[in-house]
């Protein structure tokens, strides 16, 4: 990958020139300059493009697994191989939201505008995983449970969370200003993050129709290792692909922001 | 079991269409964006240009002055 040197600004954050000999010091420094748009324009394409091509590699080594290599499941035959679009994008429309919830927790205690950026662009994608966990459910439960949909505590609060990003997209663009839409959205996320470890923790909570938790990053999985494997990866995947649009949508919102700016013209002239 | 594929077909279909949807959205969105800013570069330095011009030639016009040397035209289109 081609690695690039950030450049330096003279009008960068004021902190930015405060040195510092710790690591804490150098990192908050480092996170300063790269929250000026200069900087962080010509930082994220380089990232945005390797995460995009690793994110298609790894998506055609996941679904080539998934899809041809993985035995079919004993019980559900094959349509047991909806999960392996169906877990990544629901671990993803979980994390996007806590992501969000972060970054306007910083927005709002520093007005750091970079991680009001953030908040905004990480919008649409999460919806975008929250719509596909919900669609592909509904499609594995068909022929597993002999419905779409039932009122699950699981998938009804699933549901909740992408009518919460719906919420938040809504609230930014009734704003006409952005960074009081931005806050707005910000507050939003920090309300609904609630709902988080409600849909984490609803199936051992309730008694509910959705099975319980296979697959664990820290403890030992459920799951044959020839069927857990490409869910791995895919999971992998979906993290490519949500930094790398993650990038992009803030690249455009930064060009919507800033394009009177002298240094988006020199910044458009050079990629 | 074979009879489960029009599920797997229809969730794959939701998961590519809804992805595509929101790379291609942004992507189209950015080259919008450059087109505008690009366009509105040139049109900024058209005008200085035919100011700069109109200005040296006016009678009173100091010698030696001339259009405003900017780069806005370069913006990338």
């Known amino acids: ?32 300059r790269l929250g000026s748009p200069p900087i962080f324009w010509a930082w994220s ?81 999460g919806a975008i995983f929250t719509a596909v966990t919900l669609a592909s459910g509904m499609l594995w439960g068909r022929p597993t449970w002999g419905t779409y949909w039932t009122w699950d505590a699981r998938l009804t609060s699933e549901l909740v969370l992408l009518f919460l990003y719906m919420g938040v997209i809504a609230l930014y663009h009734s704003y006409q200003e952005h960074r009081a839409g931005a806050r707005a959205a910000a507050v939003l ?27 664990s990053l820290m403890g030992n999985s459920k799951m044959a290792p020839s069927m857990l494997w490409p869910l791995l990866v895919l999971i992998v995947t979906a993290k490519l692909y949500w930094i790398a649009a993650l990038l992009l949508k803030s690249r455009v919102l930064m060009l919507r922001l800033e394009r009177s700016k002298a240094w988006v013209r020199g910044a458009l002239a050079a990629t | 079991m074979s009879d489960h594929w029009p599920y797997i077909a229809a969730a794959y279909g ?3 269409a809804l992805f595509g949807y929101d790379w291609c959205s942004s992507l189209f969105e950015m080259r919008r964006l450059r087109r505008d800013i690009s366009a509105r570069a040139r ?30 035209g370069k913006a990338h289109e």
Request: neutral net charge; aromatic residues 10%.
């Open chain 1, 1 to 32: 990958m081609r690695t690039t040197k950030l450049p330096t600004e003279p009008d960068a954050a004021p902190s930015a020139s405060l040195s510092s000999t710790t690591l804490g010091g150098g990192l908050w420094a480092w996170l300063n």
């Open chain 1, 45 to 125: 394409l380089p990232w945005q493009r390797t995460c995009l091509v690793l994110a298609l590699i790894t998506l055609a080594i996941g679904l080539y697994g998934g899809l041809m290599l993985a035995p079919p499941d004993y019980l559900q035959g094959n349509s047991f191989r909806i999960i392996y679009i169906h877990v990544p994008c629901a671990y993803m429309s979980m994390f996007v939201f806590v992501f969000m919830a972060v970054q306007g927790a910083a927005a709002l205690i520093w007005r750091i505008k970079l991680c009001e950026i953030f908040v905004v662009a990480a919008a649409p994608t």
């Open chain 1, 189 to 215: 996320s920090l309300i609904g993050v609630v709902n988080i470890p409600i849909i984490h923790y609803s199936v051992e909570w309730f008694s509910t129709l959705h099975q319980g938790q296979t697959v």
């Open chain 2, 14 to 16: 939701t998961f590519f």
């Open chain 2, 43 to 72: 049109r900024d330095h058209v005008a200085a240009t035919a100011q700069g011009v109109s200005s040296s030639t006016r009678p009173d016009a100091p010698a030696g002055v001339s259009a405003p040397d900017t780069h806005a």
